[in-house]
Every structure is written in C-alpha cells, then in structure tokens.
C-alpha cells in the first residue's frame, strides 16, 4: 500500500525557514521522481521542486530558486524540503508526490500535474 506522509508546515515569520519532509512507503525511490507543489487560497497549484530518485537531477520553480533545497534520503524513503529566506507569497498548502518516470520527464509531470500518487498537505503560513 502506496502511502506518502508530509510534515514540518507551520506558522514561521518573513525571512525565516521551515523544513518540509515526505516518508514515503510502498514503492522504490529509485524509480520516482519526488516532487512538492504548493497551493495557495483562490491560486492555481504550482510546482515547487522536484528531484529524481534515479539520477537527482532537481528542478526548482523560479519563485523559490535560490532559497529552497530538495533532497532525498533514499535509504529512508524521504524526501526533504528545506525552504528558507521565506516570504508571504510562500504561504500554501505544501503538498509531496511521486511519479514513476526519469529525470528527463519531471518538467513535462510538474506542468501536467500527472503524478502516480500524493501525500496529505501540510500548510505552511509566513507571516510579514
């Protein structure tokens, strides 16, 4: 049985950091490309980051290159998002998912939106 838990949102001041992780269980992350999207009230889902179990390439949204990091332990099946410098625009509910695809589809997936399976999300709020 497939199941991804995030955790680690809360409430954190401008200019703070938080850190997200996804466990993840049923499946191999070596075959997956682990991904955060985010959604914020009356917006539309954004993809945040991803990176690839096989190879770790990782791909960041614009808005967050530079002050988030993603990272996989694949021993434990978990994957992190360290978000720091946050800004109110960063608030949203944070949500982890896993698609079993290569590195070199992760993009194509993020825009789609087409992922294999999503955790529970965990809201993250940053306040000015």
């Known amino acids: 049985d497939v199941q991804l838990q995030a955790s680690g949102g809360g409430l954190v001041q401008a200019g703070g950091s938080l850190r997200l992780s996804c466990a993840a269980s049923g499946f191999t992350f070596d075959d997956y490309a682990m991904c955060w999207f985010r959604q914020a009230p009356g917006k539309e889902r954004e993809g945040v980051s991803c990176?690839?179990?096989?190879?770790?390439?990782?791909y960041y949204a614009n808005s967050v290159k530079g002050r988030f990091a993603i990272s996989t332990d694949n021993a434990k099946n978990t994957v992190t998002l360290q978000m720091n410098s946050l800004k109110p625009e960063d608030t949203a509910v944070y949500y982890c998912a896993a698609a079993r695809i290569p590195s070199a589809f992760m993009l194509v997936a993020i825009i789609a939106g087409r992922f294999d399976y999503w955790g529970q999300g965990t809201l993250v709020t940053v306040s000015s």
């Open positions: 990176i690839s179990g096989g190879d770790g390439s990782t």
